[in-house]
């Protein structure tokens, strides 16, 4: 039920012709019924065999007589390696061989004409070995398309991020320049700014000191000008001591007879008429 099943399931069956890679003889046991020895010979020789075979063949076609056109290829050591186009691989053909079952070989020899394998049992194990070669192929072909696919999406991911990296980067880059050049332009906003107060302030230290030198000049005059009145208006009087010799006689005289002090009356008497005659000389001058 389940080779049914499974039949049904992988539609009309095949050619019965994908027998693996079997020397001409052995071939021709299995295909007896379909194709005529001498065709088998032909493609011994050719590589090539085109069969038509005849007879009924039952199954979907509801048991109807039809014919079939059947090519095979065979290799150098003319083991049919190539059926309808298909390609057979060495898993089919070893599968093939081992299904083959041993205990029919005696009936295989029996004669070109005689089917020693039944029309539907031939079918299905061609069908089965084409269906699970299709198979095998086809997930073979969908892992390598998914194993495409994802490759092509980590590297359009890959792109992507890269992509965006780049433009983070870019933008980071414009962003630090933009910065750089607005503190630049601080920098020269304050450095003009300092070299303008810089020139106020010395413009004011300028003035502060021309006005200082101005006052200092004023001042100067007017001082020397005060003091031309002062003395203009108190006139000085330039005096010498008199008889300054004899008074220094006389004091270091009272200090050596401090206590007889009559001792020194000749000096105090030559020292009075000094003075009186500096009075004298004071007064004739006008004095």
Same mark, same amino acid.
């Given at each position: 039920?389940?080779?049914?099943?499974?039949?049904?399931?992988?539609?009309?069956?095949?050619?019965?012709?994908?027998?693996?890679?079997?020397?001409?003889?052995?071939?021709?046991?299995?295909?007896?019924?379909?194709?005529?020895?001498?065709?088998?010979?032909?493609?011994?020789?050719?590589?090539?065999?085109?069969?038509? /075979?005849? %007879? /009924?063949?039952?199954?979907?076609?509801?048991?109807?007589?039809?014919?079939?056109?059947? /090519?095979?290829?065979?290799?150098?050591?003319?083991?049919? /390696?190539?059926?309808?186009?298909?390609?057979?691989?060495?898993?089919?053909?070893?599968?093939?061989?081992?299904?083959?079952? !041993?205990? !029919?070989?005696?009936?295989?020899?029996?004669?070109?004409?005689? @089917?020693?394998?039944?029309?539907?049992? &031939?079918?299905?194990?061609?069908?089965?070995?084409?269906? &699970?070669? #299709?198979?095998?192929?086809?997930?073979?072909?969908?892992?390598?398309?998914?194993?495409?696919?994802?490759?092509?999406?980590?590297?359009?991911?890959?792109?992507?991020?890269?992509?965006?990296?780049?433009?983070?980067?870019?933008? !980071?880059?414009?962003?630090?320049?933009?910065?750089?050049? =607005?503190?630049?332009?601080?920098?020269?906003?304050?450095?003009?700014?300092?070299?303008?107060?810089?020139?106020?302030?010395?413009?004011?230290? @300028?003035?502060?000191?021309?006005?200082?030198?101005?006052?200092?000049?004023?001042?100067?005059?007017?001082?020397?000008?005060?003091?031309?009145?002062?003395?203009?208006?108190?006139?000085?009087?330039?005096?010498?001591?008199?008889?300054?010799?004899? #008074?220094?006689?006389?004091?270091?005289?009272?200090?050596?007879?401090?206590?007889?002090?009559? !001792?020194?009356?000749?000096?105090?008497?030559?020292?009075?008429?000094?003075?009186? =005659?500096?009075?004298?000389?004071?007064?004739?001058? %006008?004095?």
């Amino acid at each position: 039920m389940a080779r049914d099943r499974r039949r049904r399931e992988l539609g009309p069956a095949p050619s019965p012709c994908l027998l693996g890679s079997w020397p001409c003889s052995c071939w021709a046991r299995e295909v007896s019924r379909l194709l005529h020895p001498r065709e088998c010979a032909g493609a011994l020789k050719n590589s090539w065999v085109r069969a038509r /075979t005849a %007879g /009924t063949e039952a199954g979907a076609m509801g048991g109807t007589a039809s014919t079939r056109r059947v /090519t095979f290829e065979a290799d150098e050591n003319e083991n049919i /390696t190539v059926v309808k186009g298909i390609r057979l691989s060495e898993n089919v053909i070893d599968r093939m061989k081992e299904s083959s079952p !041993s205990g !029919s070989k005696s009936q295989r020899y029996s004669g070109i004409y005689g @089917a020693s394998v039944s029309d539907e049992e &031939l079918k299905r194990r061609v069908a089965e070995e084409l269906a &699970l070669e #299709q198979a095998k192929k086809e997930s073979e072909s969908q892992k390598r398309l998914k194993q495409s696919r994802d490759l092509e999406r980590e590297r359009a991911a890959a792109n992507e991020q890269l992509t965006r990296a780049i433009l983070r980067e870019r933008i !980071s880059s414009e962003e630090e320049r933009a910065k750089a050049k =607005h503190l630049v332009k601080q920098l020269e906003e304050k450095d003009r700014m300092i070299k303008k107060q810089d020139a106020f302030y010395k413009e004011q230290l @300028a003035r502060l000191e021309e006005r200082s030198s101005e006052f200092y000049k004023v001042t100067t005059e007017q001082y020397q000008k005060a003091a031309e009145e002062v003395e203009a208006k108190f006139k000085r009087y330039e005096y010498h001591p008199v008889c300054a010799d004899l #008074q220094a006689q006389i004091l270091q005289c009272y200090r050596q007879n401090s206590h007889q002090t009559l !001792s020194c009356s000749a000096l105090a008497n030559q020292y009075m008429h000094c003075v009186n =005659h500096a009075k004298q000389s004071m007064l004739e001058k %006008g004095g």
